[in-house]
Protein backbone atom coordinates (compact mmCIF):
# COMPACT_ATOMS: atom_id res chain seq x y z
CA UNK A 1 0.00 0.00 0.00
CA UNK A 2 1.63 3.67 -0.90
CA UNK A 3 0.80 5.96 1.89
CA UNK A 4 1.06 9.81 1.10
CA UNK A 5 4.13 11.21 2.63
CA UNK A 6 2.13 14.39 4.00
CA UNK A 7 -1.02 15.07 5.42
CA UNK A 8 -3.74 17.18 3.00
CA UNK A 9 -3.30 21.14 3.41
CA UNK A 10 -5.73 23.76 2.41
CA UNK A 11 -4.69 27.19 1.44
CA UNK A 12 -7.91 29.01 1.84
CA UNK A 13 -8.21 32.18 -0.43
CA UNK A 14 -11.25 34.73 -0.42
CA UNK A 15 -12.18 36.33 -3.69
CA UNK A 16 -13.90 39.48 -3.51
CA UNK A 17 -14.90 42.46 -5.15
CA UNK A 18 -18.21 44.82 -6.43
CA UNK A 19 -20.80 42.42 -8.11
CA UNK A 20 -20.21 41.69 -12.14
CA UNK A 21 -16.46 41.82 -11.81
CA UNK A 22 -15.55 38.23 -13.01
CA UNK A 23 -14.51 36.09 -10.01
CA UNK A 24 -16.45 33.55 -10.53
CA UNK A 25 -15.69 33.48 -14.65
CA UNK A 26 -12.28 33.41 -13.20
CA UNK A 27 -12.19 30.51 -11.09
CA UNK A 28 -14.11 28.80 -13.62
CA UNK A 29 -11.55 29.88 -16.51
CA UNK A 30 -8.69 28.55 -14.50
CA UNK A 31 -10.30 25.56 -13.44
CA UNK A 32 -11.82 24.66 -17.33
CA UNK A 33 -8.49 26.18 -18.72
CA UNK A 34 -10.47 27.86 -21.21
CA UNK A 35 -12.81 31.03 -20.86
CA UNK A 36 -16.29 30.12 -19.31
CA UNK A 37 -19.14 32.54 -19.84
CA UNK A 38 -20.88 32.69 -16.09
CA UNK A 39 -24.75 33.95 -16.78
CA UNK A 40 -25.60 34.28 -13.01
CA UNK A 41 -24.20 36.35 -10.06
CA UNK A 42 -23.12 35.07 -7.14
CA UNK A 43 -26.11 34.30 -4.09
CA UNK A 44 -24.20 34.94 -1.33
CA UNK A 45 -21.39 33.10 -1.56
CA UNK A 46 -19.86 29.28 -3.05
CA UNK A 47 -19.54 27.54 0.35
CA UNK A 48 -18.27 24.64 -1.44
CA UNK A 49 -15.03 25.81 -2.66
CA UNK A 50 -13.10 25.44 -5.45
CA UNK A 51 -10.02 23.15 -5.42
CA UNK A 52 -7.98 25.16 -7.61
CA UNK A 53 -4.66 23.49 -7.80
CA UNK A 54 -2.96 20.13 -6.54
CA UNK A 55 0.12 21.72 -6.79
CA UNK A 56 2.65 19.48 -8.85
CA UNK A 57 1.02 16.42 -6.84
CA UNK A 58 2.06 17.72 -3.54
CA UNK A 59 -0.41 17.71 -0.47
CA UNK A 60 -1.81 21.56 -0.57
CA UNK A 61 -4.40 22.38 -2.62
CA UNK A 62 -5.63 26.00 -2.90
CA UNK A 63 -9.75 26.54 -1.83
CA UNK A 64 -11.57 29.94 -2.53
CA UNK A 65 -13.94 31.32 -1.28
CA UNK A 66 -16.00 33.27 -4.16
CA UNK A 67 -18.14 36.10 -2.67
CA UNK A 68 -21.17 37.02 -4.42
CA UNK A 69 -20.34 40.89 -4.88
CA UNK A 70 -24.16 42.13 -5.39
CA UNK A 71 -24.55 44.75 -2.57
CA UNK A 72 -27.55 42.89 -0.64
CA UNK A 73 -25.17 39.73 0.16
CA UNK A 74 -22.70 41.59 2.00
CA UNK A 75 -23.90 41.27 5.32
CA UNK A 76 -23.20 37.58 5.47
CA UNK A 77 -19.40 38.17 4.12
CA UNK A 78 -17.57 38.25 7.16
CA UNK A 79 -19.01 35.09 7.92
CA UNK A 80 -16.83 33.86 5.96
CA UNK A 81 -13.43 35.55 6.05
CA UNK A 82 -12.19 33.47 8.93
CA UNK A 83 -8.89 31.00 8.57
CA UNK A 84 -8.25 32.64 5.00
CA UNK A 85 -4.42 33.04 4.18
CA UNK A 86 -4.66 35.22 1.31
CA UNK A 87 -7.28 37.00 -1.12
CA UNK A 88 -7.34 38.52 -4.33
CA UNK A 89 -9.47 41.56 -4.78
CA UNK A 90 -10.92 42.37 -7.91
CA UNK A 91 -11.64 45.89 -10.10
CA UNK A 92 -13.27 45.55 -13.67
CA UNK A 93 -11.29 47.88 -16.29
CA UNK A 94 -14.37 49.34 -17.48
CA UNK A 95 -16.16 50.46 -14.32
CA UNK A 96 -14.45 53.16 -12.28
CA UNK A 97 -16.75 52.89 -9.69
CA UNK A 98 -15.33 49.37 -8.80
CA UNK A 99 -11.87 50.75 -7.88
CA UNK A 100 -13.50 53.06 -5.50
CA UNK A 101 -15.02 50.33 -3.94
CA UNK A 102 -11.72 48.55 -3.72
CA UNK A 103 -10.92 49.70 0.13
CA UNK A 104 -13.84 48.27 1.60
CA UNK A 105 -13.47 44.68 -0.20
CA UNK A 106 -9.33 45.55 1.26
CA UNK A 107 -10.81 45.97 4.54
CA UNK A 108 -13.16 43.28 4.56
CA UNK A 109 -10.30 40.66 3.75
CA UNK A 110 -8.69 41.77 6.77
CA UNK A 111 -11.01 41.89 9.20
CA UNK A 112 -9.53 39.32 10.73
CA UNK A 113 -5.44 39.06 9.56
CA UNK A 114 -4.67 42.90 9.21
CA UNK A 115 -1.36 41.89 6.79
CA UNK A 116 -2.81 39.04 4.63
CA UNK A 117 -1.39 39.12 1.37
CA UNK A 118 -3.34 40.64 -1.45
CA UNK A 119 -3.51 40.79 -5.16
CA UNK A 120 -5.24 43.13 -6.91
CA UNK A 121 -7.18 41.78 -9.84
CA UNK A 122 -8.57 44.01 -12.66
CA UNK A 123 -10.58 42.25 -15.14
CA UNK A 124 -11.64 42.39 -18.59
CA UNK A 125 -8.50 43.90 -19.90
CA UNK A 126 -9.45 42.71 -23.56
CA UNK A 127 -12.04 45.33 -23.58
CA UNK A 128 -9.79 48.59 -22.86
CA UNK A 129 -6.90 49.90 -24.32
CA UNK A 130 -3.78 50.83 -23.05
CA UNK A 131 -4.81 53.95 -22.22
CA UNK A 132 -7.56 52.94 -19.99
CA UNK A 133 -5.57 50.36 -18.29
CA UNK A 134 -2.64 53.22 -17.87
CA UNK A 135 -5.45 55.58 -16.02
CA UNK A 136 -6.98 52.79 -14.32
CA UNK A 137 -3.41 52.19 -12.92
CA UNK A 138 -2.99 55.32 -11.66
CA UNK A 139 -5.98 55.22 -9.85
CA UNK A 140 -4.99 52.04 -8.06
CA UNK A 141 -1.55 53.65 -7.06
CA UNK A 142 -3.87 56.44 -5.41
CA UNK A 143 -5.84 53.70 -3.78
CA UNK A 144 -3.13 51.86 -2.23
CA UNK A 145 -1.39 55.12 -1.23
CA UNK A 146 -4.18 55.54 0.99
CA UNK A 147 -4.74 51.98 2.59
CA UNK A 148 -3.82 51.41 6.18
CA UNK A 149 0.45 50.83 6.69
CA UNK A 150 -0.31 46.77 7.48
CA UNK A 151 -1.73 46.37 4.31
CA UNK A 152 0.00 43.97 2.16
CA UNK A 153 -0.70 43.78 -1.36
CA UNK A 154 1.27 41.14 -3.11
CA UNK A 155 0.36 41.69 -6.61
CA UNK A 156 -1.21 43.22 -9.21
CA UNK A 157 -2.75 41.99 -11.97
CA UNK A 158 -4.38 43.03 -15.41
CA UNK A 159 -5.85 40.19 -16.89
CA UNK A 160 -8.88 38.80 -19.45
CA UNK A 161 -10.54 36.04 -18.54
CA UNK A 162 -10.08 34.89 -21.98
CA UNK A 163 -6.64 34.19 -21.81
CA UNK A 164 -5.08 31.22 -19.49
CA UNK A 165 -1.84 32.42 -18.97
CA UNK A 166 -3.18 35.80 -17.83
CA UNK A 167 -5.81 34.05 -15.45
CA UNK A 168 -2.69 31.70 -13.90
CA UNK A 169 -0.68 35.13 -13.57
CA UNK A 170 -3.64 36.25 -11.08
CA UNK A 171 -3.17 33.32 -8.71
CA UNK A 172 0.96 32.94 -9.31
CA UNK A 173 2.13 34.97 -6.39
CA UNK A 174 -0.77 33.20 -4.32
CA UNK A 175 0.29 29.57 -5.43
CA UNK A 176 3.95 30.52 -4.41
CA UNK A 177 3.07 31.32 -0.85
CA UNK A 178 1.05 28.28 -0.59
CA UNK A 179 3.98 26.29 -1.04
CA UNK A 180 6.07 28.39 1.42
CA UNK A 181 3.22 27.85 3.72
CA UNK A 182 3.19 23.75 3.60
CA UNK A 183 7.04 23.94 3.21
CA UNK A 184 6.69 25.81 6.66
CA UNK A 185 4.27 23.39 7.63
CA UNK A 186 5.75 20.16 6.85
CA UNK A 187 9.21 21.86 8.44
CA UNK A 188 7.43 22.82 11.76
CA UNK A 189 5.76 19.12 11.77
CA UNK A 190 9.12 17.42 11.18
CA UNK A 191 10.36 19.76 14.10
CA UNK A 192 7.91 18.49 16.38
CA UNK A 193 8.62 15.07 15.59
CA UNK A 194 12.43 15.40 16.05
CA UNK A 195 11.91 16.98 19.61
CA UNK A 196 9.64 14.09 20.59
CA UNK A 197 12.14 11.37 19.66
CA UNK A 198 14.78 13.29 21.26
CA UNK A 199 12.93 13.60 24.65
CA UNK A 200 11.94 9.61 24.82
N1 LIG B 1 -14.79 40.46 -21.81
C1 LIG B 1 -14.64 39.93 -20.60
N2 LIG B 1 -15.72 39.59 -19.89
C2 LIG B 1 -15.52 39.07 -18.66
C3 LIG B 1 -14.23 38.86 -18.11
N3 LIG B 1 -14.37 38.34 -16.87
C4 LIG B 1 -15.68 38.21 -16.67
N4 LIG B 1 -16.39 38.65 -17.73
C5 LIG B 1 -17.85 38.72 -17.86
O1 LIG B 1 -18.33 39.54 -16.81
C6 LIG B 1 -19.60 39.10 -16.37
C7 LIG B 1 -19.63 38.92 -14.85
O2 LIG B 1 -18.77 37.87 -14.49
P1 LIG B 1 -18.95 37.05 -13.11
O3 LIG B 1 -17.82 36.09 -13.06
O4 LIG B 1 -20.32 36.53 -12.96
O5 LIG B 1 -18.74 38.22 -12.04
P2 LIG B 1 -18.73 38.08 -10.43
O6 LIG B 1 -17.65 38.99 -9.95
O7 LIG B 1 -18.61 36.64 -10.04
O8 LIG B 1 -20.14 38.67 -10.06
P3 LIG B 1 -21.00 38.39 -8.71
O9 LIG B 1 -21.22 36.91 -8.62
O10 LIG B 1 -22.28 39.16 -8.89
O11 LIG B 1 -20.18 38.91 -7.58
C8 LIG B 1 -19.89 37.81 -17.14
O12 LIG B 1 -20.75 38.13 -18.22
C9 LIG B 1 -18.53 37.39 -17.64
O13 LIG B 1 -18.61 36.63 -18.83
C10 LIG B 1 -13.09 39.24 -18.89
O14 LIG B 1 -11.93 39.15 -18.49
N5 LIG B 1 -13.36 39.77 -20.13
MG1 LIG C 1 -19.86 35.39 -8.95
Redesign the pocket.
Known amino acids: MTQKKNPHLIYKII ?1 A ?13 KLAKQ ?1 V ?6 IGIDFDCYKIINYQEEDVDLLAY ?5 KH ?1 QFIHSAFISGAKAAIV ?1 Y ?1 LTRASTVENLPHWINLVQTEYPSIPIVLAG ?5 VDRETMDEFNQKIQEVIQQLPPHTNIVDHVM ?4 SLGECNQVFAEIQNLAVSWKNQMIASKSNAIDTQQTSI
Open positions: LGDGNCGKTTLLRSFPVEKITDLGGQFFDSKRDLYSAY
